[in-house]
Every structure is written in structure tokens, then in C-alpha cells.
């Protein structure tokens, strides 16, 4: 008997979403294809926010056969890779991994790419700004070469995509079929945009949405130095409005997907996957609830 004999009718009886739900691997660092695989099935997601990391079965070195090898073990697992999330520091078209990171995600199927960050330098914002959106055109012309659209997250911080103001900034004049946005309601919340808002400042290009709870708290460091930190909590415990959330997505018909960030840096990968199937079942509810 495996684990799956062991615990069947909970995870198979539980009703589809309309839109797809994935869940980030970051915190399945060191797992497998096949362990990640079983885990996304327990945690009762359809997919994978593959995070094409150094680290992690599909990196930017071996990405253009990994990727598509993976992704037909996914759908042969009854799951799919909507959504890849790239080095933090993947910021810029010209890097060698680039092209073939594009090419690797058109030939796996995979449709969204999650770009890194950018942050405001020295010279200022605006002058910051240019500088962005003379990248993103030129991931534009990937995206239209490879039908790949390449998006970026909200995060708050010196993050220029840091609320949906920010981010449409970046944005604009762009065609929203070439780039796109990914809402992060965690972050979102902490730089004081309310979710109902925000969303709406996006909605043209607004290509996938983050679910993560968070709290921001002042803390005191081992020098005595006073800062402030970010934690991650359980779905519902921290400062984000979910209900609003989940109303205002579907008021507008989202039907893109939704990566349950599961950012949980204290628990173990078997953890991180138990906390994820109780994170799922508060948003079930949650539309339950709305529909």
C-alpha cells in the first residue's frame, strides 16, 4: 500500500476549480520530478508554478529537453505546467539561457514565464523605469517569437512591479497578448492596495494571481538594530482580505491560474504540502461561499 492507497477518497472526490490551480515548487528544494509529482497531488493542486532554478530538476541549463520531459509526466500524472518561475535575477533578454528558457516553455506547452526583479537603482525611478521597458521589449519579441508570455510579479520592497500601479507602468503600450501581470495579493495588501483595486488597474493584463498571506512586524535583530520583517502565514491568518479577493476574481471571470505560493521556509517539503492542501480547501470554501 502506498500513501495514495492510504488517503484516496479525500484527494479524488474534491471538485475541480474552474481556473487551474498550481502550487510553487520553491520549497520542494532537493525533491525529485517523481516526489514533486506525488506532493502536487496530495497538497489537491492541478499543477506546477515550476520554479527552473539551479537546484531543481529543471534549471536554465537544461531546460529545453528537462522542460518538455517534464511536462509529459505531468499530463500523464492527470496535472500540468501552466506557469514557470525563473532566477531572481533573470532581468534582461540578453542572458545566454534566454532564448532557449523560451523555446524550452513553447515546446513543453508551458504559456507563462515569471520574470525576476527589477529595482529602482541609484539614478531614480523613472530613469530605472526606461531601462525596464527597454528589457521588456525585448522580452516581447521573444513572447511573440515563441508564444511565450513572459510576466511580472508583484513584490513588495524597492521592487518596481511593486503594486499594480508600478507594475502597469511598466505595462503600458505594451499588447497585453505579448506580457502580462502576476498579482500577488500578499504583496499587494502589504503595500496598501486594496485587492478589489488592484485588480481592476490590471485586469487587461492581469495573466496569473499569487495566494499567499503575509504580515509585516517590527522586529529587533541579535544587535539591537530595529527592523522590519516579512512572515507568511496560513491562508487567512495574516493581513490579506481574501473573501475580496476571491469575489473580485470572479466578478471579472478569471479564469487564469492560480499559484498558491506555499512560501512556508520553516517547514519541510512534507509539511510544505500538508499546509498547502489546508491553504486549497480555505479557498474552496472561500468560492464556495461567493458563488
Known amino acids: 500500500m502506498n500513501r495514495h492507497d492510504e488517503l484516496p477518497s479525500a484527494i479524488e472526490l474534491e471538485p475541480t476549480p474552474v481556473t487551474p490551480w498550481i502550487m510553487f515548487t520553491k520549497h520542494l528544494e532537493g525533491w525529485s520530478l517523481d516526489q514533486i509529482i506525488e506532493g502536487l497531488k496530495l497538497a489537491t493542486v492541478q499543477g506546477a508554478d515550476l520554479c527552473v532554478r539551479p537546484g531543481y530538476p529543471v534549471d536554465t541549463d537544461n531546460v529545453e529537453k528537462a522542460l518538455p520531459d517534464a511536462a509529459r509526466r505531468f499530463v500523464d500524472a492527470g496535472l500540468s505546467i501552466p506557469l514557470v518561475t525563473t532566477p531572481g535575477?533573470?532581468?534582461?533578454?540578453?542572458?545566454?539561457?534566454?532564448?532557449?528558457?523560451?523555446a524550452g516553455c513553447a515546446a513543453a506547452g508551458v504559456k507563462l514565464i515569471k520574470l525576476g526583479y527589477w529595482h529602482m537603482e541609484d539614478d531614480g525611478y523613472w530613469a530605472t523605469l526606461d531601462r525596464c521597458r527597454k528589457h521588456l521589449e525585448g522580452f516581447v519579441k521573444l513572447a511573440e517569437k515563441h508564444g511565450v508570455k513572459p510576466i511580472?510579479?508583484?513584490h513588495s520592497g524597492m521592487s518596481m512591479g511593486l503594486n499594480s500601479c508600478g507594475a502597469m507602468n511598466l505595462m503600458r503600450g505594451f499588447d497585453p497578448n505579448h506580457v502580462g501581470v502576476f498579482a500577488d495579493a500578499g504583496h499587494l495588501t502589504l503595500v496598501g492596495e486594496p485587492v478589489e483595486m488592484a485588480l481592476d488597474i490590471v485586469q487587461e493584463y492581469l495573466a496569473a494571481v499569487a495566494v499567499k498571506d503575509l504580515v509585516k512586524e517590527h522586529v529587533m535583530v541579535a544587535s539591537m538594530d530595529e527592523t522590519w520583517g516579512l512572515d507568511v502565514r496560513p491562508l487567512g491568518s495574516g493581513f490579506v482580505n481574501f473573501p475580496a479577493l476571491i469575489e473580485t476574481l470572479r466578478k471579472i471571470d478569471f479564469t487564469g491560474p492560480i499559484s498558491f505560493h506555499c512560501e512556508y521556509y520553516r517547514m519541510p517539503p512534507e509539511s510544505?504540502?500538508?499546509?498547502?492542501?489546508?491553504d486549497t480547501r480555505y479557498i474552496r470554501t472561500l468560492m464556495e461561499k461567493s458563488a
Open 89 to 102: 535575477d533573470f532581468v534582461t533578454p540578453n542572458v545566454d539561457y534566454a532564448e532557449r528558457l523560451f
Open 152 to 154: 511580472v510579479h508583484n
Open 272 to 278: 510544505v504540502i500538508d499546509q498547502c492542501r489546508i
